[in-house]
């Protein structure tokens, strides 16, 4: 392998340890972005998936690529299937992050375009991550500040995974062929209910945190009123549903397989991010 390495979302949550974990591996990368800037001392490219004409420079010098639809956007397959077809036009292997428990129905957006991909011709390897435990310090933290986790998550438990796991994953899937063709559903080490975790939470900062499990309007009402738009706040509510269904409660062994290295435990990442998490 000799050219370059495209990460899509180059800013966002996976993509910042992925272009650190693929130059530690002495990997050429291209950092998309809408801005374009450089991360992480890569080389920035501007990048736009709601306009096509980004993409060949994007794509310039590139035989792999990192594909993922950054948060907050809710329409997978108007995004990514175009980007999936211009990668697959030029041969471009794609390491595809989708979401966990897709494979479940081929009518769910995610799991199309994965089919895309596989019958798309370039080579490929899927990626399928369970709930990020950085939604703690990102999409809940409003709620920890005040003591208290509300979500419709029920008794339901989740194999949370640290984005530093995925982006190590990531990184194995990009600069060897020996999954190529595969699919992994990226797990933690173990299942926790958010009860678990806000107990974790009130242990490693010292203060109290709850879990309150709320109906599905109660907490899009929350999440807009954090700023989080309408349409995303309720597509967050509606993937509660498999929580509560104790679908996302499975461990893999997936990350070892991937990366040689168990994955992180909740309360490693709680410590881990316990200054972000307090302040």
Same mark, same amino acid.
């Given at each position: ?16 340890? /992925?272009?650190?974990? /693929?130059?530690? #591996?002495?990997?050429? +990368? ?19 998936? %709601?306009?096509?004409? @980004? ?13 993922? /639809?950054? @948060? ?22 794609? +390491? ?15 799991? *199309?375009? &994965?089919?895309?991909?596989? #019958?798309?011709? @370039?080579?490929?390897?899927? /990626? ?6 950085? %939604? ?11 003591? *208290?986790?509300?979500?419709? !998550?029920?008794?339901? #438990? ?14 194995? !899937?990009?600069?060897? %062929? ?11 080490? &173990? ?53 509560? &269904?104790?679908?996302?409660? #499975? ?7 991937? @990366? ?12 881990? %991010? ?6």
């Amino acid at each position: 392998m000799v050219g370059k390495i495209l990460v899509l979302g180059a800013t966002g949550n996976v993509g910042k340890p /992925l272009v650190k974990a /693929l130059l530690a #591996k002495g990997e050429a +990368v291209k950092a998309a972005s809408r801005s374009g800037k450089p991360v992480e001392g890569a080389e920035g490219v501007a990048f736009d998936y %709601n306009d096509p004409s @980004t993409f060949a420079r994007a794509f310039e010098g590139v035989d792999r690529a990192y594909v993922m /639809l950054p @948060t907050g956007y809710v329409n997978a397959k108007e995004m990514l299937l175009p980007v999936i077809e211009a990668a697959a036009a030029r041969k471009v292997k794609v +390491v595809f992050q989708s979401v966990f428990g897709v494979e479940a129905d081929d009518s769910i957006p995610y799991r *199309q375009v &994965e089919i895309a991909l596989e #019958k798309s011709g @370039t080579p490929y390897v899927i /990626l399928r991550p369970n709930w990020f435990a950085d %939604n703690f310090h990102i999409f809940w933290k409003a709620g920890i500040d005040h003591g *208290q986790i509300a979500v419709p !998550a029920a008794n339901g #438990k989740s194999s949370f995974i640290d984005v530093r796991d995925i982006a190590e994953s990531a990184a194995a !899937a990009l600069t060897t %062929n020996r999954f190529d063709g595969k699919a992994f559903s990226l797990t933690g080490p &173990e299942a926790l209910g958010y009860a678990d975790a806000a107990a974790l939470l009130s242990k490693v900062l010292g203060k109290p945190v709850a879990y309150t499990a709320v109906d599905d309007e109660t907490f899009i009402g929350i999440l807009k009123g954090a700023g989080v738009p309408d349409d995303y706040a309720r597509f967050l509510a509606t993937i509660f549903h498999p929580v509560r &269904e104790g679908w996302t409660a #499975k461990v893999t062994d997936a990350v070892e397989t991937l @990366t040689s290295h168990k994955p992180r435990s909740l309360e490693t990442y709680v410590r881990d %991010n316990a200054a972000v998490l307090k302040a």
